[in-house]
């Protein structure tokens, strides 16, 4: 055999808390070959990122490697003195993180950045560098190279820093490229980008990628082999059909099911918890360890979860006719309802527009304008679930916030139960932001760090005057609690003692705190593990049903949309540019821009990935 780009044996990253020992990594194996893609693949905290920080020997001060072997091209890493790995890192072996943002330095252009790695480890003068750092964003698709390279990271979209972050770590030839995260934060159609361009260097190149990520979806898009993760430990490992083919693990069982299909019938998502429990176990030495207990999936739960809920609340039969969409009951479930004709919709949008002003000069004049939102119109009704589906800076996020009137629209207007909410005054729209709430898509973000959940909670009550003592308004606060699935003793916490997931239903409780009867959920799952996101989906179509509530839901995936939303409007440089029914427009889309947002959405269809599979190997036989 070949000696392995990447061998791992045995390998035990341990973090020295105060707290105690924590087991990042707990004895994992595997190799990886040349020109072949492992996908390591788990939730947050299953360990997958401390392995690849492990590999690049950037752990943290209180991690230590206790025992195991990296064999790096067959140079053991463990025990190697940091100037000798130094050496390694960029030219041997490179890393792209998760956020490029948090990884470029916002005061240096981005072509600079990417030519200090070229001068370090190349030798290269300052003029062959910025020319081989051109070469290198052509290269990666970032239009108008060479211009681009004196721009600084705000300057460019999240594609574009994510590219410049794979120039970088491609600029000295590596043997193995770690991505870490890398489409986690991009819009579908970015990251099938952001993909097909790894996929093509690999190939290109004969370079290995270790590919780390949270989605077996993207997993089957890159992978030749896959590596489960859980709690630190390997479950499951083996070649990317076998593992989507036949997974044994209930935790694999769970990741592949969780995740919403476009094709999927589900009403409720099923969730690890459906596959899988776990229990602490002593051992004989007083360490503790996670027994995993498979539960198993049965046909009266699959029928629960298929059939269990509300159906589809659609516009009144007129409006779809209209729309092109006429009403067919061979089409839709047998609970698909619509809404009686004559309706007054809950929210009614008409030519919503904002502008934002681009200013220049020393005298700073407004020279044009970003048409951020050009001319929206839609109507919501009572207890539906619109969903807005775009792509960054399509302006779907600032649509919802201009509702809300957290931004002021610049022309349009909006009406909430007939009434006019441009035309209110702070203190009548205070009133009325108790029955308009929202949820941001950063639940960290959204949240005081100095405030307990508690006082986040309580404090819109105080706003509004609900409760009649501090006492009251804690028992509220406690139910709301629970009504998330969280417990009442998470009061007196603050928000980095929770997960991205508890925090998001923290967020989801503080909306619910002073019972409004529409929601616009902007983004509120995308920074999640598709294990909690299918929890956090879940949840949010229990509180709808037992609450009445109507929500706008934003996204940039159209499978997410699909499953949530009842009706579908898809955005597009400001303006809608497809209405209707989210089952049709999945079915029969019209424009060529949802069919593009279709078909960027990764595929995990065993025939697919079959498919795929095939290629990859006449590839290899071709090559050999």
Same mark, same amino acid.
């Given at each position: ?11 035990? $990253?341990? *973090? ?9 990594? +707990?004895?994992i194996s595997f190799r990886l070959d040349e020109g072949r893609t492992l996908g390591i693949v788990g939730e947050s905290g299953s360990g997958k990122s401390v392995t690849s920080l492990s590999v690049m020997k950037l752990l943290a001060s209180s991690a230590k490697i206790e025992s195991g072997s990296i064999s790096l091209l067959g140079k053991e890493l463990v025990g190697l003195p940091e100037p000798q790995m130094r050496k390694l890192r960029g030219a041997t072996v490179s890393m792209i993180f998760q956020e490029p943002m948090t990884s470029l330095n916002p005061v240096f252009t981005v072509g600079a950045q990417v030519m200090e790695a070229l001068r370090l480890h190349q030798g290269m003068s300052k003029s062959e560098a910025r020319q081989r750092t051109i070469e290198l964003f052509d290269e990666v698709g970032i239009p108008n190279p060479e211009s681009r390279v004196d721009s600084y990271?705000?300057?460019?979209? !999240? !594609?574009?820093?994510? &590219? ?37 260097? &690999?190939?290109?190149?004969? /370079?290995?990628?270790? *590919? ?61 918890? +459906? ?29 629960? /979860? ?16 209209? /729309? ?13 309802? =619509? ?55 399509? %302006?779907? $996020? ?13 022309? %349009? ?11 209110? %005054?702070?203190?009548?729209?205070? &009133? ?7 949820? *941001? ?9 100095? /405030? ?14 609900? %409760? ?60 999640? +593990?598709?294990?909690?996101? =299918? ?86 036989? =071709?090559?050999?």
């Open positions: 055999m070949t000696t392995p780009v990447i061998a791992i044996k045995n390998l035990r $990253t341990y *973090f020295h808390t105060e707290e105690g020992v924590v087991r990042a990594v +707990d004895d990271p705000h300057q460019m979209s !999240g !594609g574009q820093k994510q &590219r410049v972050m794979i120039a970088m770590a491609l600029s000295c030839d590596p043997e193995l490229l770690i991505a870490d995260e890398p489409t986690t934060a991009l819009d579908v159609t970015i990251q099938a980008q952001i993909l097909d361009i790894l996929r093509r260097l &690999r190939d290109s190149r004969g /370079m290995s990628i270790l *590919f780390i990520t949270h989605d077996l979806g993207v997993i089957a898009e890159i992978a030749d082999d896959v590596l489960v993760m859980y709690r630190g430990k390997m479950v499951e490992y083996g070649p990317v059909l076998d593992i989507f083919e036949n997974p044994k693990h209930p935790y694999t069982k769970g990741l592949l099911s969780c995740r919403p299909r476009l094709d999927s019938t589900y009403r409720l998502l099923p969730t690890v918890s +459906d596959f899988m429990t776990t229990r602490d176990v002593v051992q004989p030495d007083g360490t503790t360890e996670v027994e995993v207990v498979e539960k198993k999936l049965t046909e009266a739960d699959i029928k629960r /979860m298929t059939t269990h809920g509300r159906g589809r609340l659609l516009h009144p039969k007129s409006e779809l006719a209209a /729309m092109g969409h006429p009403w067919d009951e061979a089409r839709h479930p047998a609970d698909t309802t =619509a809404v009686e004709e004559g309706t007054t919709p809950l929210l009614e949008v008409n030519d919503l527009q904002v502008y934002f002003p681009v200013r220049r000069g020393v005298l700073a004049r407004v020279v044009d304008h970003v048409k951020a939102v050009d001319g929206v119109s839609f109507k919501v009704y009572r207890g539906q679930t619109l969903g807005l589906v775009g792509e960054s800076g399509c %302006g779907k $996020t600032t649509a919802g916030r201009a509702i809300l009137r957290l931004i002021e629209p610049t022309g %349009g207007g909006v009406k909430f139960e007939g009434q006019d909410v441009g035309a209110l %005054g702070s203190n009548d729209l205070r &009133r009325l932001r108790r029955k308009l709430q929202i949820i *941001f898509q950063d639940p960290y973000g959204s949240l005081n760090p100095r /405030m307990t959940v508690e006082s986040t909670i309580v404090e819109p009550m105080n706003v509004h005057g609900l %409760g009649k003592s501090r006492a009251e308004r804690r028992d509220m606060a406690a139910a709301l609690l629970e009504e998330v699935d969280l417990k009442p003793e998470h009061l007196r916490r603050y928000p980095h003692e929770f997960s991205g997931g508890q925090r998001q239903r923290i967020c989801i409780a503080r909306a619910l705190a002073v019972e409004p009867e529409f929601i616009v959920c902007d983004e509120s799952v995308s920074a999640l +593990d598709v294990s909690v996101q =299918a929890q956090v989906l879940n949840l949010l179509k229990r509180l709808q049903e037992s609450r009445g509530l109507t929500y706008i839901f934003i996204s940039h995936d159209l499978s997410v949309v699909k499953f949530m939303a009842d009706m579908m409007a898809v955005m597009n440089g400001g303006k809608i540019v497809e209405f209707g029914p989210s089952e049709n427009i999945y079915a029969n889309p019209r424009e060529d821009y949802t069919r593009k947002l279709i078909s960027a959405t990764p595929d995990d269809d065993i025939e697919q990935i079959r498919q795929r599979v095939e290629q990859r190997e006449a590839m290899r036989a =071709a090559n050999a």
